[in-house]
Nanobody, 120 residues
Framework: QVQLVESGGGLVQPGGSLRLSCAASGVFFSINAMGWYRQAPGKQRELVAA???????NYADSVKGRFTISRDNAKNTVYLQMNSLKPEDTAVYYC??????????????WGKGTLVTVSS
């Protein structure tokens, strides 16, 4: 099993910054892709940013230029630096990771989420 634990959420004013972290632990062969999703009240969960173990990234159009995803492979940790935050960024942010449990078998795992509230 793989556990993903997020941290770093909270209340921030518009224009402010937050940094989310997500650490993977448990028994696995390797962690491949990692990413961040978010779900605002009354909306579907959406991809915010993703990064593979080679460092290639992709972002939702709504966060390009403001958010930066990065990872520390040695720590099995992914980060999301969020700058110039807007009220519409308010959501529960979920960490997602694809873990190989054996060399050939893997699956996706989710964290429990961390709330980000952007408000004055």
């Amino acid at each position: 099993q793989v556990q993903l634990v997020e941290s770093g959420g909270g209340l921030v004013q518009p224009g402010g910054s937050l940094r989310l972290s997500c650490a993977a632990s448990g028994v696995f062969f390797s962690i491949n892709a990692m990413g961040w999703y978010r779900q605002a009240p009354g909306k579907q969960r959406e991809l915010v940013a993703a990064i593979n173990n080679g460092g290639s990234t992709n972002y939702a159009d709504s966060v390009k230029g403001r958010f930066t995803i990065s990872r520390d492979n040695a720590k099995n940790t992914v980060y999301l630096q969020m700058n110039s935050l807007k009220p519409e960024d308010t959501a529960v942010y979920y960490c997602n990771a694809y873990a190989l449990i054996t060399a050939k078998n893997g699956m996706y795992y989710w964290g429990k989420g961390t709330l980000v509230t952007v408000s004055s």
